[in-house]
């Protein structure tokens, strides 16, 4: 059974030693549970099964990288495999995603900028954060960034047309990122 409760800080410090033990153990922690945060994204078990594969291999390639100071081992081990499954998502999709005013795709520089080590998000910020938004917009962004919905998707559960969604998401991610500068 996956333990994300547990503290992999040490465990991925004894991984950043090339413990191959280490690596096992926490393997065995957390496979189970990055495998359905990437279901949960991918949908499909074969595609989802070959991301986890890479998820393990950039982990072993960069847990030297890991700063605890950033934020917790079990919140980058999950925010790696949410951004593979996400990357794959991408790559498979013929449709652009919106891009802001300064011209660069949001929803990358979001997952990108979640993925370099010693830049996750403090938590307490987010939540903050998060909480300062409206509550349909929040619940929105969360389904976009955590369920990996698409925009078409978002627009029939949120009963709007999806050029709604996209400006919904657009401004509500450049108001979390100016709250996290803030108040982070």
């Known amino acids: 059974?996956?333990?994300?409760?547990?503290?992999?800080?040490?465990?991925?410090?004894?991984?950043?030693?090339?413990?191959?033990?280490?690596?096992?153990?926490?393997?065995?922690?957390?496979?189970?549970?990055?495998?359905?945060?990437?279901?949960?994204?991918?949908?499909?078990?074969?595609?989802?099964?070959?991301?986890?594969?890479?998820?393990?291999?950039r982990i072993w390639r960069n847990a030297a990288r890991y700063a605890p100071e950033a934020g917790s081992a079990n919140g980058w081990v999950v925010t790696i495999a949410r951004n593979r499954a996400i990357d794959l998502v991408r790559r498979k999709s013929e449709q652009t995603m919106p891009e802001n005013e300064d011209g660069e795709d949001w929803f990358a520089k979001l997952a990108e900028g979640r993925d370099r080590e010693g830049?996750?998000?403090?938590?307490?910020?987010?939540?903050?954060?998060?909480?300062?938004?409206?509550?349909?917009?929040?619940?929105?962004?969360?389904?976009a960034y955590y369920e990996g919905l698409?925009?078409?998707?978002?627009?029939?559960?949120?009963?709007?047309?999806v050029n709604t969604i996209k400006t919904w998401l657009h401004r509500a991610i450049a108001a979390l990122r100016a709250c996290m500068e803030t108040n982070g």
């Open 1 to 57: 059974m996956t333990d994300l409760n547990l503290d992999l800080g040490p465990i991925l410090q004894q991984v950043a030693k090339s413990d191959k033990a280490a690596f096992k153990r926490l393997y065995d922690l957390t496979s189970a549970k990055l495998l359905g945060v990437i279901l949960r994204i991918i949908k499909d078990r074969v595609a989802a099964e070959d991301v986890l594969q890479d998820v393990y291999l």
């Open 119 to 143: 830049e996750i998000m403090d938590a307490s910020s987010l939540r903050y954060c998060l909480g300062q938004m409206e509550a349909e917009k929040r619940a929105c962004v969360l389904d």
């Open 150 to 161: 698409s925009r078409e998707e978002l627009a029939a559960r949120y009963r709007q047309p």
